[in-house]
C-alpha cells in the first residue's frame, strides 16, 4: 500500500513536442471544428503566436511521449489493474502552441487514505516548462488505487 513516504517521488521527465498533425488528428477525434485549434491565422487573429493547444491536451502528451506512460505507478508498485483515473485538472501560466517543446515532470504531491485504507488517493502533479524554461502549466491528476486487502 502506498503512504505518505511517497510524496516527493519524482521520476525522469517527460520531453514532447506539439505538432500540428498530431494535434489536428485529436480536434478531429472530439469533433472541434473552432478555427482558432486549427488555423494559424485566425490563432494569430486570436491573439496567439501559433496555433493554441485545449486544456485537455497535455494528458494526452504525457501519456503518448513518455518512455512508460506507467513508471510513476509501477515504482509505487501499484498494480495498474487496481487504478482508476479518479480527478484532472489544468491550471495555465502561458500558452502552448504548434511548435513548443515541453519537459513534463510529474511528482506525487499527496498520498490519502480513504475507507479504512481500502482505497488510496495519489495526487500527483506534473509541472510543465517550454522550450525558453517557461513554467506554462501544471496538469493536476488523482490516481485512485484500492486496496481490496484492506477492506477484509
Same mark, same amino acid.
Request: proline letters at 6%; charged letters at 20%; glycine letters at 6%.
Given at each position: +500500500?502506498? =503512504?505518505?513516504?511517497? @510524496?516527493?517521488?519524482?521520476?525522469a521527465?517527460?520531453?514532447?513536442? &506539439?505538432?500540428? $498533425?498530431?494535434?489536428r488528428?485529436?480536434?478531429?477525434?472530439? $469533433?472541434?471544428?473552432? #478555427?482558432?485549434?486549427? %488555423? #494559424? /491565422?485566425?490563432?494569430?487573429?486570436?491573439?496567439?503566436?501559433?496555433t493554441? @493547444?485545449?486544456?485537455?491536451?497535455?494528458?494526452?502528451?504525457? +501519456? !503518448? =511521449?513518455? =518512455?512508460?506512460?506507467?513508471? !510513476?505507478?509501477?515504482?509505487? %508498485?501499484i =498494480?495498474?489493474?487496481? @487504478?482508476?483515473?479518479?480527478?484532472?485538472?489544468?491550471?495555465?501560466?502561458?500558452? &502552448?502552441?504548434?511548435? %513548443?517543446?515541453?519537459?513534463?515532470?510529474?511528482?506525487?504531491?499527496?498520498?490519502?487514505?480513504?475507507?479504512? $485504507?481500502? +482505497?488510496?488517493? @495519489?495526487? &500527483?502533479?506534473?509541472?510543465?516548462?517550454?522550450?525558453?524554461?517557461?513554467? /506554462?502549466?501544471d496538469?493536476?491528476? &488523482? /490516481?485512485?488505487?484500492?486496496?481490496?486487502?484492506?477492506?477484509?
Amino acid at each position: +500500500m502506498v =503512504d505518505s513516504s511517497a @510524496i516527493g517521488r519524482s521520476l525522469a521527465p517527460t520531453h514532447a513536442r &506539439v505538432e500540428a $498533425g498530431r494535434l489536428r488528428y485529436f480536434f478531429n477525434t472530439l $469533433g472541434e471544428s473552432n #478555427p482558432v485549434f486549427r %488555423d #494559424p /491565422v485566425a490563432a494569430n487573429a486570436a491573439g496567439f503566436a501559433a496555433t493554441p @493547444i485545449p486544456p485537455t491536451y497535455l494528458f494526452c502528451l504525457e +501519456m !503518448m =511521449d513518455a =518512455d512508460d506512460p506507467f513508471a !510513476m505507478l509501477e515504482a509505487l %508498485d501499484i =498494480d495498474l489493474r487496481r @487504478i482508476l483515473h479518479g480527478e484532472q485538472k489544468f491550471v495555465y501560466h502561458a500558452p &502552448v502552441v504548434v511548435g %513548443d517543446e515541453l519537459t513534463l515532470q510529474s511528482t506525487v504531491t499527496g498520498v490519502t487514505q480513504k475507507k479504512g $485504507g481500502a +482505497m488510496t488517493l @495519489i495526487d &500527483v502533479t506534473t509541472r510543465i516548462t517550454n522550450q525558453r524554461a517557461e513554467h /506554462v502549466a501544471d496538469a493536476i491528476r &488523482v /490516481v485512485v488505487v484500492r486496496n481490496p486487502e484492506a477492506a477484509s
